[in-house]
């Protein structure tokens, strides 16, 4: 009765078009109300705690510095490096838009960003090779997806916070599976762009490569001051996020120069903008989260999973397919926040190690991303695209198996993540 409830609230609340940081509430208030716990101080002192946190003050800084990365010209020379290096070949730019993704997924952490700067520089260059506008910009949505595996991550913070796990070590352990999901793109480009007649680009000379890694070169140097400092134990990941908003203020201003002292108020208000909308949502989930705590929701997901807990295959299995169908219909930020307290309680239970399942959860939801019909990345890319949805779905369906197949691989063979990690992180 209470799982109905929960569900029942949430759900419906949803359906009539209440936003998602109100529904969560709702739901919440809803539980209060069955269990005859309701009490406005009780919800009130939830949403304040939740937002209270300092881990959180990570988001800020990292949407800032994904900002002002776009807007200074960082994004685009991470571009040009990989344009110089490995254009010429056969469907080169695709590769280049595969290694500009994996590259920029170390620089801001947000898949909508990257998908909106990467979608906007290269889909008009792949269409005017040649190449299909479909398949080019479902490339760039499911490149974009990678940004919130590869630290930094913003959803890795989202989920440390909700489930009480080290943010550290869920950044290292994502470096190696955001490789992977790279690496099946580069392969599926290769089988669906082998038979097209599209002239590459000229290769580049030695000394046009050498110009555009010395250009980039204080942009490429970000991902490496974040992931030494975090391995070094030098900062914390919101300590990171400072030194990666403040880094690359310095580098768009004072060496590149790209990014006038008057655009900074407009960047300011975005960041702040997207920041409000995470931070009001993870400040309602509080309460339905501490609600989901006091009925014991996890002991009654338990129960239902009761058939494969002795399996820990089986129960990832069961977990990520449960996540695969939420995500079709969520968004990842309201995702984690609601499926965390239900699910972790389980994974903990079932002896799986919460770094491994926190990766494998984050690439499930970041899938979602390019799920339709919701499909966050989709809806971006097909705007900076100008593509219709059903279009862009034809073009994304290829790199989306290849991305579930690569998740199917991490379940089947935990030392993918497990073995990277610990070396990472000791």
């Known amino acids: 009765m209470t799982i109905t409830i929960f569900l029942g609230s949430l759900l419906g609340a949803m359906a009539i078009g209440t936003p998602i940081a109100f529904a969560l509430l709702l739901c919440g208030v809803m539980l209060m109300f069955h269990l005859d716990l309701y009490d406005a101080q009780i919800v009130a002192q939830n949403v304040i705690n939740g937002a209270d946190s300092f881990p959180l003050m990570a988001v800020p800084f990292f949407m800032l510095a994904g900002e002002i990365m776009n807007a200074g010209g960082l ?249 695969v169908i939420v995500g079709t219909a969520m968004d990842m930020t309201p995702t984690i926040l609601i499926l965390t307290p239900v699910l972790m309680p389980v994974i903990k239970e079932a002896g799986i190690d919460p770094i491994y399942f926190g990766v494998l959860f984050i690439i499930n939801n970041a899938i979602g991303l390019i799920t339709p019909p919701v499909g966050v990345v989709l809806n971006v890319v097909a705007g900076v695209a100008k593509i219709r949805m059903d279009e862009l779905i034809r073009g994304v369906w290829p790199f989306m198996i290849t991305h579930l197949i690569v998740l199917v691989l991490l379940i089947l063979f935990p030392i993918l993540v497990t073995g990277p990690a610990s070396w990472f992180y000791g």
């Open 75 to 323: 994004s685009r020379r991470i571009v040009t490096i990989a344009m110089a290096l490995i254009g010429h070949v056969r469907g080169g730019l695709g590769y280049v838009a595969i290694l500009a993704s994996c590259v920029m997924a170390s620089l801001s952490g947000s898949a909508v960003a990257d998908a909106a700067a990467l979608g906007a520089l290269l889909v008009p260059m792949m269409v005017r090779a040649g190449h299909d506008r479909a398949r080019s910009a479902g490339l760039i949505a499911s490149g974009g997806i990678i940004a919130p595996i590869i630290p930094p991550s913003i959803g890795f913070i989202i989920f440390g916070v909700a489930a009480n796990v080290s943010i550290t070590k869920l950044f290292l352990a994502g470096i190696v599976p955001g490789l992977l999901l790279g690496l099946g793109l580069v392969f599926t480009w290769w089988l669906v762009a082998r038979n097209e007649s599209v002239e590459p680009p000229r290769r580049a000379s030695r000394r046009e490569v050498a110009h555009a890694i010395l250009d980039g070169f204080w942009a490429l140097l970000l991902p490496v001051i974040i992931i030494v400092g975090l391995k070094m134990g030098v900062f914390t990941p919101t300590e990171a996020a400072v030194v990666a908003a403040v880094y690359s203020l310095f580098v768009a201003t004072v060496i590149y120069r790209e990014l006038r002292p008057a655009q900074l108020f407009g960047l300011f208000v975005t960041a702040a903008k997207t920041t409000s909308v995470v931070m009001f949502l993870v400040a309602a989930a509080m309460v339905s989260a501490w609600m989901i705590t006091v009925a014991d929701l996890p002991g009654q997901v338990t129960e239902l999973l009761a058939p494969f807990m002795d399996n820990q295959t089986l129960l990832m299995i069961a977990i990520m397919l449960l996540v």
